[in-house]
């Protein structure tokens, strides 16, 4: 054997990458001198494709399968390197693997709240968090625009550009999706879906695709979960009533404070509620007032005074009111002993046993003892 044959042999001739971290995206082949032998037995497996660099060039890019690192396999580098004719020496060339299976669990959340603006509710700051599933479709292109010639890349190094993407995304999708403050905990999975279609259109020219994304869950400050609860409820409750409940509790409120002017602002605030919602339901119930009787406001009938008829000389006259009875204690003609009688009573009566005749008495002197 002579010595170039020896050291032809001492090149690498097996080219294989068994991934055993579970985060690694890329991982570069170690070789001697960056010696590759003409011949060699490249292997990638399932789930990997085989990037071959050239100077800083991507040239061939391999998928799942078994090859012999000859001229007729290699037609970028071939043209690279300028081999008209073929070769039997060892070449210099980078060899990077890729990962293309999925990675999963994937965390993602917004650091800071993003702002938006809603119709009903005007600006809202929102926070969100989730999780998402990537994968490598292109090996060569992630290679170019994100990891470079990094001898090891792992999903580490990436997440944080791709949170800043996702979040990005997030608050144009929910911007634009149209969908009311009050209903996104209800749509969730058409934020999700969106989200995703939103970020592949940008991930695809990273050599990027993602497989899954989801919004877990989306929150916003507790007095504006207080605003949109009450008026999801405006629906479902009279209005009346509520307008009352209201200006109860602003009075119960006051009236708790210490202070000589907590009354006074709890009743105005009391007021003024009751203002407010009553405006709010003009439209409602002056509707209402079309299709129903009158009956607000009216008093109910006068009660007639009562009227007596008088036994005069064996004779009934009457009926008299209370004045016309007066004037007739006075003048004598109607003693504590004339019979008098009104409507529902048994039968006659002396004047002075009926309660409402007898008060008449009460200024007339009684008759001189014999």
Do not use: H
Request: proline share 5%; aromatic share 10%; net charge negative.
């Amino acid at each position: 054997m002579g010595f170039f044959d020896k050291l032809r042999n001492e090149f690498v001739d097996i080219i294989d990458w068994t991934d055993n971290t579970g985060d690694t995206l890329v991982w570069k082949f170690p070789r001697y001198q960056d010696e590759i032998k003409m011949g060699a037995k490249l292997t990638v497996r399932e789930s990997q494709q085989a990037v071959f660099m050239n100077e800083g060039k991507i040239a061939d890019v391999y998928q799942p399968g078994m090859y012999s690192v000859e001229t007729q396999n290699m037609p970028i580098l071939a043209t690279l390197k300028g081999w008209k004719y073929g070769f039997d020496s060892p070449f210099k060339a980078d060899v990077f693997f890729v990962s293309t299976r999925q990675f999963v669990d994937q965390r993602w959340g917004t650091k800071n709240a993003i702002t938006i603006a809603d119709e009903r509710f005007g600006m809202i700051e929102l926070r969100a968090f989730g999780t998402f599933a990537f994968r490598i479709e292109d090996g060569g292109k992630f290679i170019k625009e994100i990891a470079g010639t990094n001898g090891e890349f792992t999903t580490e190094d990436i997440n944080g550009q791709l949170r800043s993407l996702i979040v990005n995304k997030f608050t144009n999708a929910i911007g634009s999706g149209n969908i009311p403050i009050d209903k996104v905990a209800a749509s969730v999975e058409d934020l999700s879906n969106l989200c995703q279609e939103k970020l592949n259109q940008d991930f695809e020219g990273y050599g990027l695709k993602i497989t899954k994304f989801l919004v877990e869950n989306v929150s916003m400050p507790d007095d504006i979960k207080k605003e949109i609860f009450e008026y999801s409820r405006l629906d479902k409750i009279d209005m009346q009533k509520l307008a009352q409940m209201k200006a109860a509790q602003s009075i119960e409120t006051a009236a708790a404070n210490p202070g000589v002017g907590g009354m006074g602002v709890g009743l105005g605030v009391g007021v003024g509620m009751g203002n407010i919602m009553a405006n709010t339901m003009g439209t409602a119930i002056t509707n209402n007032q079309q299709n129903q009787p009158n009956t607000i406001g009216t008093p109910p009938p006068i009660p007639q005074a009562a009227q007596y008829f008088v036994a005069e000389n064996g004779q009934q006259t009457g009926p008299f009111d209370a004045a016309r009875l007066a004037q007739m204690v006075q003048s004598g003609t109607l003693t504590r002993d004339t019979l008098v009688w009104k409507t529902g009573m048994a039968g006659w009566a002396a004047a002075s046993s009926v309660e409402d005749v007898a008060s008449l008495f009460s200024n007339v002197p009684p008759p001189l003892p014999q």
